[in-house]
């Protein structure tokens, strides 16, 4: 065997005591465990390592033997702790780190810091930060590997219990009912719960209501209001989540409440950043109107797709009715040519609609049913309802169930703000209409009659620009009335007034139509409320909308004066008017 110098007299490997040894056949293992020795250390030989070695060694440098015994048998060696460790240079291989609960950063220093690592075989971190690069042979690659988890592991075992605020976004889920049934907006915590459980799909939730009201029978009336034990138990019963995490909402203070392992909560922290952000306000004003279908052009309606270079689309449009006496417009579908749909963009005006709607009022002609506005923010859907409910008796054989049947209109509004490149602001509507009506004809309805309910569904969707309007329309009903006409007092005479009064019948095909008309509201556009609001010598409320328009009245509030004096009494004819002597309050508005 030939052992190669190294070039200098430095000592790479740190190791300093020259080798003096003679072998005789032996076992390569028995000669680097007893230079390991020499030099003050332990020794582990891997398996791997084989060979057998004959000669004598005289005052050699460690680092030469080294290097011969890496020419002559392909073994490599590491220094960790009091140990040196020999192994095959061929099982050399690499392997990648991927910490859990730490940042890839800080599992590298603290792996540093605990001696782990050997200095003849350097970790690195990947290029992305996110990974640990360890190379080596199998069991130092373990070592490491081993280290890393116990770091981990400890982390992970170690957790803590954090109160996070909340300024703009709800903490607890909020539910709004309407008719049959109950759409669930999630709250933060229930959306971090969703993540965290793997939820896949939306959290928004939408639930039948039930039709029937609470049996008595066999309960009595004190049993009213008690609730049922089944479902307490089901809706109070945890939540099964991943690990140890628990996540409660606290409405009072609106703020998440998170117990986790430490390491976790950067992560919460970020995620109820992003989302606890501000919202803008939209305002959503609507009008239902009833009208003459011979008056209809009088209101500009034009039941045509947009112009493609217009701002405003109705896409989408969706409708079902289960009433035969309606006649809807052909179904389109989407409005991507001239024709007739159920939506159109009504770039009047709602003030002109408005105007002629009063203009046909006049004339009976037309009726407006509601002027409900509300206000929203974005992406939240806006309900507005109006409705009559019904409660039908059915008897059974020992008990009675009450059913409600609801009828009414209900609009549902959800909105999205588009800001366009061009500085302008657009409006995504999705739009929602369900009108239920009394069909019975006026007919009063007995105890125990179901009523029929004539339903009408519509849905779509529109992008309407700033100042545009969205027109749902589409649906008729007749309505229909009976008048009669005669000599005065003869016709009121039993059996012989017939012939002196006229009966006559109408029938007027209505149209209902809604009018939607988005507004994006900015808290920083509107004028401040003005210091003197809450002066006792404002006439009005401060929760009046036309605040701003009221006057102070001189101080000290409504002035009240003393009545005129009576006036002499004019003949009968005279065109002066007479007037009764009445208190006058200067309201100064």
């Known amino acids: 065997m030939a052992l190669y110098a190294l070039a200098g007299t430095d000592h790479p490997s740190g190791l ?59 073994v490599s060696w590491y220094k960790l702790g009091s140990t040196l460790y020999f192994y095959n240079e061929a099982d050399m291989t690499r392997t990648f780190i991927t910490p859990r609960a730490l940042t890839a950063n800080k599992l590298f220093s603290m792996l540093q810091q605990s001696s782990v690592f050997s200095s003849q075989l350097p970790p690195a971190l990947a290029p992305n930060g996110e990974m640990i690069v360890v190379s080596g042979p199998p069991s130092y690659i373990a070592q490491v590997i081993s280290a890393a988890t116990a770091y981990e592991e400890a982390q992970i075992s170690s957790t803590i ?17 309407s008719m049959d049934k109950t759409v669930t907006i999630p709250g933060v915590a229930s959306i971090l719960r969703a993540m965290i459980n793997g939820s896949p799909g939306s959290a928004t939730r939408v639930t039948q209501n039930v039709a029937t009201v609470d049996k008595l029978s066999g309960t009595g009336l004190a049993a009213q209001g008690r609730e049922d034990e089944s479902s307490s138990k089901e809706s109070n019963a945890p939540t099964p989540q991943s690990g140890e995490a628990n996540i409660m909402a606290d409405p009072r203070v609106n703020a998440v409440l998170v117990h986790d392992a430490e390491y976790r909560m950067d992560y919460y922290a970020k995620v109820i950043e992003d989302l606890d ?108 309802e109006n409705t009559t409910t019904y409660y039908i008796q059915v008897e059974g054989y020992q008990a009675v169930d009450l059913f409600k049947v609801e009828a009414g209109t209900v609009l549902r509004v959800t909105p999205h703000i588009i800001h366009n490149e061009q500085g302008t602001t657009s409006i995504k509507l999705a739009v929602s209409v369900q009108d239920d009506q009394n069909d019975s004809g006026g007919t009063a309805t007995t105890l125990g009659t179901v009523p029929p309910i004539k339903q009408t569904k519509i849905n779509t969707q529109a992008i309407v620009a700033a100042g545009q309007s969205l027109l749902i329309g589409g649906y008729y009903y007749e309505q229909k009335g009976e008048t009669q006409s005669g000599i005065p007092l003869l016709k009121n ?97």
């Open 16 to 74: 300093t005591k020259p080798f003096t040894y003679y072998a005789d056949r032996q076992d390569l293992s028995v000669v680097l465990m007893n230079f390991a020795r020499l030099q003050g250390f332990g020794a582990s030989v891997a398996p791997e390592v084989q060979g057998t070695i004959s000669g004598r060694f005289t005052s050699i440098e460690p680092d030469k033997f080294l290097h011969g015994m890496r020419s002559a048998f392909g």
């Open 161 to 177: 219990m954090r109160v996070f605020p909340l300024k703009y976004a709800w903490a607890e889920d909020m539910a709004v009912s």
């Open 277 to 384: 952000k501000p919202v803008e306000l939209v305002e959503i004003h609507a009008a239902i109107v009833d009208i003459d279908t011979n008056f209809k052009r009088d209101l500009g309606i034009n039941y045509q797709a947009a112009n493609p270079k217009s701002k405003g689309w109705g896409v989408g449009g969706e409708f079902s009715t289960t009433a035969d006496t309606i006649s809807p417009l052909p179904d389109l579908g989407t409005t991507t040519g001239q024709g007739l749909s159920l939506s159109t963009i009504y770039t009047m005006g709602s003030d002109y609609f408005l105007a002629r709607i009063h203009a046909l009022e006049e004339d009976g002609e037309a009726r407006m049913l509601g002027r409900p506005s509300v206000l929203t923010v974005d992406n939240v859907q806006a309900t507005l």
């Open 493 to 589: 005479i039993p059996g012989l007034g017939q012939l002196f009064k006229t009966t006559s019948k109408t029938t007027k095909r209505m149209e209902r139509l809604i009018l939607i008309t988005p507004k994006v509201v900015r808290l920083d556009d509107l004028p401040p409320m003005p210091e003197r609001i809450d002066d006792p010598s404002m006439h009005q409320s401060p929760t009046q909308s036309d605040y701003s328009e009221r006057k102070p009245a001189p101080k000290g509030g409504c002035m009240r004066h003393d009545a005129p004096p009576a006036q002499p009494s004019l003949p009968p004819g005279s065109a002066e008017l007479q007037t009764a002597p009445r208190s006058i309050v200067d309201a100064s508005l």
